[in-house]
Structures are given as structure tokens and as C-alpha cells.
């Protein structure tokens, strides 16, 4: 049973102690962390505070912030970073409170199933993406 | 004197309440995040399509729940930052309740003028 108490400063048995994964996770999500603060909260300005805010969000602004390198790789960064840290952060969670052995695995096969899903459609969506499939766009790319 | 034992719930303190509710806002916004990359991976099937879907989000209901979600966002950002500077900054363990104010003052500073320009925006024309 998991719920098996080992006596006091007895050896940590088998796996998960020998590597230093969980060291790197928690290093990882206060690194991550730092630097999505600046991508998010620049996110959330740029798109829902200056200009028209939420009102001019539509094709033709993503169409616009695309047709630019500069927001292609921040997008890209925030979207792989936050994935990575809400992942790791749901894992930990799961490890918290899933007690059974199979819950706990079939919850984190979920989980990572859907961050995969979402990394790579988010990463195909902004390389892949046409600012000119809009027939009315006046982005100068389009135009000439 | 003896004090009778005030049962086995931990009611915490700020630091429990802080770590709580940096869990909540964070699955929150992983939530969210899903909902988010794949509505906005509309836009690979047509301007049309992904303009429709933005369009039934333009609503007050909407609307408020963007401001929840900001709200939450925000607090996780900065009691995040507050977590690294306990786990990196000698000082950090001694002051982390003097900076979960400064979380929380800093957290209304930031949310009351999004707020207000948010609301224009959702509930002006």
C-alpha cells in the first residue's frame, strides 16, 4: 500500500531519488516563471489595454502581430514555456492529491497527452499561419 | 493552564492561504491556456471562422470572466515572484508576509485600472 510509513531515516527505496529531475523541475518553474511574468503580462497589455483592447481583437490583429518575427517568437516562448510550467505544475498536483497508483498515472498520461497536443498545434498555428488568406487584408505583405 | 487542543485542521496562516491560492489561479489559467491555443489555431482555418468564434466571446458575461482570469494571472505573476525570492533571497523566509502585502497592494494596483479600462471596453460601444 502507498500509504506504507518507512521507519525513520531508513534508505529511500528504488526509484525517483537517484536523479536530480525533480531538482531541474523546480529550477525550471521558478526560471520559467521569471520570464513568463514579462511574456504574459506584455501579452495582456499589447492585446487587451492599448489600442481598442479586447474590441480589436479579430483576424486582421493577429494577422498584423503574425506578420511580425518579434511576436512570432515571443507567442512561441510563451506558449512553450507556459505549457511546460502549467504541465509540470499539474504534475506535481496530480502527484499531490491522485492516491492510486493507476489514477495517478492515467491522469498524467492524460496531461501530457494535451500538452503535446498543445505545443504542437499552438507551434504549427504560428509558423504555418497566412496573414493573406483574408482577401480584404491591407497588411503591405498582401498587397503587392 | 492547559489549553484544550483546537482540533486537527491546519487553518494556516498567510503563507498556507498564499500557496493555496497560487494552486488554484495556477490551474486556472493551464485551463484556460488549452482553450486558448486552440481557439486561436482558428485563424489556420479561415478569417471568417476564427472572427465567428472571437465574436460570441464579445460579450459582458465573457467579458467578466476575462477580468477573473487577469486577476488570477496577476496574483499567480507576482506571488511567483515572491516564491522566488523566498527560495533565493537570504532575507526572503523572514519577510514572505510583508510581501505577500506588498503582492496583494500591488495586485489591486494593477487590477483596478484594468478593471475600469476593461469594462469600457466590454460594456462601451
Known sequence: MASTIAAPRSRRSGRSSRTNVELYAWLFMRVSGLLLVVLVLGHLLVNLVLGEGIKGVDFAFVAGKWSSPFWQVWDLLLLWLAQLHGTNGLRTIINDYAEHDQTRFWLKMLLYTASVVVIVVGTLTIFTFDPCIDPASTLPICTK | ?????????????????????????????????????????LVRVSPETYNTVIATY??????????GLVAAVVFHAFNGIRVVLIDFW???PRVQRQMLWAVVGLWVVVMVPFTVR??????GE
Open chain 2, 1 to 41: 493552564m492547559p489549553q484544550a487542543p483546537a482540533g486537527t485542521l491546519s487553518r494556516g496562516r498567510e503563507g498556507m492561504w498564499s500557496w493555496v491560492a497560487h494552486r488554484v489561479t495556477g490551474v486556472l489559467v493551464f485551463f484556460f491556456l488549452f482553450a486558448h491555443v486552440l481557439d486561436t489555431a
Open chain 2, 90 to 92: 537570504a532575507r526572503g
Open chain 2, 58 to 67: 464579445k460579450n459582458p458575461i465573457v467579458g467578466l470572466m476575462e477580468v
Open chain 2, 118 to 123: 476593461h469594462l469600457i471596453s466590454v460594456f
